[in-house]
């Protein structure tokens, strides 16, 4: 299995910036895509900026320009960092990855898709 632990997240007036981290552990083999999704309340989940399996990076057209997604592989830890933050980015940010574990003394592998826990993002003067 994989975990996720994210932090970074709060509450920042507008214009403010913000730093998340995502950090996976456990039995893994791979992490063949890991990014940022968020939902705002009665909203549908949506991405936000992601590392995709071919190192491709994609954003939102929303925060282009403003949000900038990086990763330490040594370290399987995923940041996001958030400037120029504007009241519509309230949201719950969720860090993803789709990342392979081994199942067997064979050594072979399962690739999933695993979610973290959420972290709370509060933009408001």
């Known amino acids: 299995q994989v975990q996720l632990v994210e932090s970074g997240g709060g509450l920042v007036q507008p214009g403010g910036s913000l730093r998340l981290s995502c950090a996976a552990s456990?039995?893994?083999?791979?992490?063949?895509?890991m990014g940022w999704y968020r939902q705002a309340p009665g909203k549908q989940r949506e991405l936000v900026a992601a590392?995709?399996?071919?190192?491709?990076?994609n954003y939102a057209d929303s925060v282009k320009g403003r949000f900038s997604i990086s990763r330490n592989n040594a370290k399987n830890t995923a940041y996001l960092q958030m400037n120029s933050l504007k009241p519509e980015d309230t949201a719950v940010y969720y860090c993803?990855?789709?990342?392979?574990?081994?199942?067997?003394?064979?050594?072979?592998?399962?690739?999933?898709?695993?979610w973290g826990q959420g972290t709370q993002v509060r933009v408001s003067s």
């Open positions: 993803h990855c789709n990342a392979a574990i081994v199942v067997n003394i064979e050594g072979a592998t399962l690739a999933r898709d695993y």
């Open positions: 456990g039995s893994i083999f791979s992490i063949n895509a």
């Open positions: 590392f995709s399996s071919g190192g491709i990076t």
